[in-house]
């Protein structure tokens, strides 16, 4: 475990005055967050605004070329920083599922605690059984991804981070490559999730999720934080011209 | 020049490394006549091959069954068996019956020539294989549509079919004909005075084997090497816009 | 409307250019010939033909002046030693076979790792992997077989006892080499086209890069790899008859040993055909099952 001085009292996740840039092109342009242990927030804003960059930084996928980013108190971007320390910590759920295809639904689940946490099977074998229930799946423990449905492989992948027990949940538009009826069985897993006290971070085009489930809402347009609040003040009293512009396109 | 060669003769007086293509005029000559046959017999080789795949595509789309199955066969039989052999069937089994039945004395063709053709038709066959393919890729709407302006089929097949399937299948053909360079190197065994043969006579007669092992490795790389970059520029230069990854 | 053959232009909906298909699901020569051989009657015609010549032959035998021995009784005299070798030797055409198995067999073991190795986030292992890749891929076989077999020693010194390598060995290791960066490319590419998805999925559970690769990316890397692999193995068996130039008794070289011990020009062509067919019977049916399998892959289930 990661030496520190971290108390729940501090923000679970701090991101300080990022900024990232892909070869020329600056993609965040100060980003600043905090994020508490048991929060959920919802990051949303128009494409290209630099969303999933923002959270990909978070778990090292991307790195950053000024600023900060901390999880439990560690600096993210540190050199000598052990990444797969911090990946046993933070865990993601991507767009395109990326479930391995030639491994059934219960052996995604259980790999990264076998092979990485490197518990003893039984162990691994219960809490993924107790996953795919949580998920509602029983009955597909032994389907291959290729026999699911998007909406189903998707929340294996959920169960699949699960089962290495982060203690934050980034989702990275989650429900972009689902048909309108399958986004509703994720969205109701991971309301679940944030109920029993997880700390989640989504980027996400779901308004009504946002307003139900997030504690703040922040809205990024080309790299900068715009505006932020909780739902209620957000969406019924957004300050900023820009903020108004994209709620009135997609509300 | 003079001194380049005399820094090689020094080399071998003082260190025992005998490379006497450069600084023996015979061996050089020779060897550089080596390396010109190689060259040439590549560049004939890869010629024909490819106008032997062209016709065989175009045969292939023949009405007549008999046709297909003979252009059929003919590939299977020169992608089923080795290139070597088919070079000594040539020269060695063809050539003499032939002369035998036309009563020609010291065989029909020389060495050159049977490689030329033993060559010629291995590397047809798997072009053959590949023009199909990139014939295939021409849709059959754009055929349609050049029948209905009133060409004929051979026109078709040479003003817009080929030019189309052509720089689909590029990569593999040139891909084929880089192996196509590497087998000329066969054609040692039926004694053409190619690089490698004549290396070994080389070799044979100043004892230096691992000095011209070295060098011949090295000038086969470089002829390789040097064709590999051109095909990518080619290859780069004819793209259509807008297709493929 | 689009449809499922177009391609990715500029301004139109409509199909510029089809994919192109080597090996996808057109039907082939092999799929052609595979059909008709397999085809009863073609069989029985096969047989009329044989019996047909050897009547004719028998009877041109005596006509010769040499009644004793047909075209069909020269090939049944030399067959065993073109297939086997010199008795009490290990050669023929037995030992082509060998030495194509012992030779795929290394090249591909050595090939996987300069494969993974032209991968790798190290700077200097993928440079080297690359070089060597390309060092063997742009050779001459016979170039190779030369240099191996004339410069490696043939006798070499083992903890006081001397051992002889034989010639075969020798050609064997040089035939390995161009597999070996073959397979390399295989392998490079076969990795380069899984979904960055995978890779990206895979870290994010912390697994380790060595832990990806061979858990996650190489298990969906085989079945991609296995027809460019076959295809290798093909042509390596139809380049084994170089050997033969090195000095090796391999079947080449005992076809030629047997024509110039009979001396009858007429029967330059049936043997060559003979050692042909042989070459013929064991790589076509390999071909075709490779056709196949690409068949299989490239159009079966979705998941790999």
């Known amino acids: 475990m990661i030496e520190n001085s971290w108390t729940p009292d501090q923000p679970l996740v701090s991101l300080n ?31 290209g605004s630099g969303k999933s960059t923002l959270i990909r930084c978070i778990n090292a996928l991307n790195d950053i070329q000024a600023g900060s980013i901390t999880v439990e108190g560690q600096e993210v971007h540190d050199p000598h920083l052990d990444k797969l320390e911090l990946r ?14 030639h491994k059934t639904a219960l052996e995604n689940i259980m790999m990264a605690p076998l092979l990485v946490l490197k518990q003893s099977k039984d162990k691994v074998e219960e809490r993924a059984l107790t996953l795919i229930k949580k998920v ?52 109701v897993t991971i309301k679940e999730l944030a109920e029993d006290g997880m700390t989640c971070m989504l980027v996400t085009h779901e308004m009504g999720f946002a307003r139900e489930v997030a504690d703040h809402i922040y809205f990024t347009d080309r790299g900068v934080i715009v505006e932020h609040g909780p739902p209620a003040t957000f969406f019924d009293q957004a300050q900023d011209p820009r903020t108004k512009e994209f709620l009135g396109q997609i509300l | 020049m003079e001194i380049v060669w005399d820094w090689f003769e020094w080399l071998n007086k003082a260190h025992g490394i005998k490379l006497t293509i450069f600084y023996d005029e015979w061996d050089r000559g020779r060897f550089l006549k080596g390396i010109w046959t190689t060259i040439h017999l590549s560049v004939v080789c890869i010629l024909l091959s490819v106008f032997v795949g062209m016709t065989g595509a175009w045969l292939q789309m023949s009405r007549f069954v008999w046709i297909r199955r003979v252009v059929a066969g003919y590939i299977a039989f020169f992608r089923n068996t080795p290139p070597l052999v088919q ?59 050049s029948e209905a302006l009133g060409y004929t089929k051979f026109q078709i097949y040479r003003y ?82 807008g297709f493929g990854q | 409307m689009i449809s499922p053959n177009t391609i990715k232009s500029g301004k139109t909906d409509l199909p510029v250019l089809l994919p192109f298909k080597l090996h996808g699901a057109t039907r082939t020569a092999s799929d052609y010939w595979t059909e008709i051989i397999s085809n009863k009657s073609f069989v029985i015609f096969i047989l009329a033909v044989l019996s047909l010549w050897m009547l004719i032959d028998s009877a041109f035998a005596q006509v010769t002046g040499n009644p004793d021995q047909t075209l069909w009784d020269t090939i049944v005299k030399w067959t065993p030693l073109m297939m086997f070798g010199p008795k009490g030797e290990f050669g023929g055409f037995v030992l082509n076979i060998v030495v194509s198995f012992i ?93 960055t998805g995978q890779w990206e999925s895979s870290e994010s559970l912390a697994f380790s890069r060595s ?94």
């Open chain 1, 17 to 47: 005055n990022v900024h990232k840039s892909f070869g020329d092109l600056e993609v965040l342009k100060g980003i600043t967050l905090d994020v508490m242990k048991g929060e959920v927030i919802c990051i949303i804003g128009p494409s």
């Open chain 1, 88 to 101: 046993k910590k933070v865990g993601m759920v991507f767009q395109q599922y990326n479930l391995f295809p």
């Open chain 1, 136 to 187: 509602r799946l029983e009955g597909k423990e032994n389907s291959y991804p290729g026999e699911l449905s998007g909406g189903q492989q998707q929340r294996v992948a959920i169960a699949r981070s699960l089962a290495m027990n982060p203690d934050v949940m980034l989702f990275d538009e989650v429900t972009a490559a689902l048909d309108p009826e399958t986004v509703k069985e994720v969205l």
């Open chain 2, 87 to 145: 070079l000594y069937f040539f020269y060695f089994a063809v050539d003499r019956t032939l002369a035998g039945f036309f009563d020609v004395k010291g065989g029909m063709m020389d060495s050159y020539g049977w490689a030329v053709i033993s060559l010629s038709f291995f590397a047809g066959a798997f072009n053959t294989e590949i023009f199909r393919a990139g014939v295939e890729a021409v849709p059959k709407s754009t055929i349609e549509a």
């Open chain 2, 160 to 241: 817009i079919t080929l030019p189309l399937a052509y720089r689909v299948c590029l990569p593999a053909l040139n891909n084929n004909l880089i192996n196509l360079v590497k087998t000329t190197t066969v054609a040692y065994a039926i004694a053409v005075p190619e690089t490698l043969y004549i290396s070994n006579q080389i070799w044979s007669d100043e004892y230096n084997v691992p000095e011209m092992m070295n060098v011949v490795w090295i000038v086969y790389l470089l002829l390789v090497g040097v064709l590999v970059f051109l095909m990518h520029r080619w290859e780069k230069h004819i793209k259509v816009p």
């Open chain 3, 103 to 195: 030779a795929m067999g290394l090249g591909t073991f050595l090939g996987l790792w300069l494969g993974i190795g032209q991968v790798s986030p190290n700077n200097l292992i993928r440079r080297v992997s690359w070089v060597t890749t390309q060092l063997f891929r742009n050779s001459p076989w016979l170039v190779l077989l030369f240099y191996f077999m004339l410069l490696l020693p043939f006798r070499v010194e083992l903890f006081g006892v001397d051992y002889d390598i034989p010639g075969w060995t020798k050609a064997t290791f040089a035939l390995s080499l161009p597999i070996m960066a073959n397979v390399s490319e295989i392998v490079r590419g076969a990795i380069e086209s899984i979904p």
């Open chain 3, 211 to 304: 832990q990806t690769l061979w858990r996650i990316i190489l298990p969906q890397c085989v079945k991609r790899m296995i027809p460019p692999w076959m295809n290798w193995y093909c042509i390596l068996t139809m380049s084994t008859p170089l050997i033969s130039i090195l000095g090796v008794s391999d079947g080449m070289t005992l076809t030629q040993d047997a024509l110039a011990a009979e001396g009858r020009s007429e029967y330059l062509i049936p043997m060559y055909l003979w050692l042909m067919s042989w070459f013929f019977a064991y790589s076509y049916p390999i071909a075709a099952w490779t056709r196949r399998l690409e068949n299989k892959f490239v159009i079966g289930k979705g998941v790999l």
